[in-house]
T-cell receptor, first 117, second 110 residues
Framework: KAGVTQTPRYLIKTRGQQVTLSCSPI?????VSWYQQTPGQGLQFLFE???????NKGNFPGRFSGRQFSNSRSEMNVSTLELGDSALYLC????????????????FGPGTRLTVT | GQQVMQIPQYQHVQEGEDFTTYCNSS?????IQWYKQRPGGHPVFLIQ?????EVKKQKRLTFQFGEAKKNSSLHITATQTTDVGTYFC??????????FGAGTRLTVKP
């Protein structure tokens, strides 16, 4: 079974621009979570989607948004990029059958390395 | 809000020595998960603990969940160079999100 895929793998943007990252979960996984990983803050939860609905959102500004499609693929968007948004953005899928994603093992993708200059 | 604290932040050992990382939560956890992230890689699920006092072993790795379900530990016996990486614990947050500890970065000198 193919793993979680994320595109693009690397991205360089300038301040003020916006960016869209894509995540394809493992086949059959309906829950997709997004995380931001930085050396200073570690792994920070952004949001979780299940069956096209955002169920949870972390403590990030409204510039960070996401969505999930009917095939469970997910995208996250960051508008008006700031230097501090430079990070590794990780997507994780889990085989949630309606319960809480945090109670199921998460399968992470390779991440998208975003650099904002 | 609920926090997951992990210590130590770094651990450097000689190959063959043991290694332990500790995780503490400010609130009771329904479960705790452990992940390993190799340098340049992404977190990979190792194990989930659910029961109070639970102990699970995976070859040289031993995982424990405290009786109060507020702390956990990962112990590696006789480390090898393949154990290098950052080990994270994670538990459900108050909003059902996943809260990760800051991680313990393990380096192993051959």
């Amino acid at each position: 079974k193919a793993g979680v895929t994320q595109t693009p793998r690397y991205l360089i943007k300038t301040r003020g621009q916006q960016v869209t990252l894509s995540c394809s979960p493992i086949s059959g996984h309906r829950s997709v979570s997004w995380y931001q990983q930085t050396p200073g803050q570690g792994l920070q939860f952004l949001f979780e989607y299940f069956s096209e609905t955002q169920r949870n959102k972390g403590n990030f500004p409204g510039r960070f948004s996401g969505r999930q499609f009917s095939n469970s693929r997910s995208e996250m968007n960051v508008s008006t990029l700031e230097l501090g948004d430079s990070a590794l953005y990780l997507c994780a899928s889990s085989l949630v059958s309606g319960g809480l994603a945090a109670s199921y093992e998460q399968y992470f993708g390779p991440g998208t390395r975003l650099t904002v200059t | 809000g609920q926090q997951v604290m992990q210590i130590p932040q770094y651990q450097h050992v000689q190959e063959g020595e043991d290694f332990t990382t500790y995780c503490n939560s400010s609130t009771t956890l329904s479960n705790i998960q452990w992940y390993k992230q190799r340098p340049g890689g992404h977190p990979v699920f190792l194990i989930q603990l659910v029961k109070s006092g639970e102990v699970k072993k995976q070859k040289r790795l031993t995982f424990q969940f405290g009786e109060a379900k507020k702390n956990s530990s990962l112990h590696i016996t006789a480390t090898q160079t393949t154990d290098v990486g950052t080990y994270f614990c994670a538990g459900p947050g108050s909003a059902s999100d996943m809260r990760f500890g800051a991680g313990t970065r393990l380096t192993v000198k051959p």
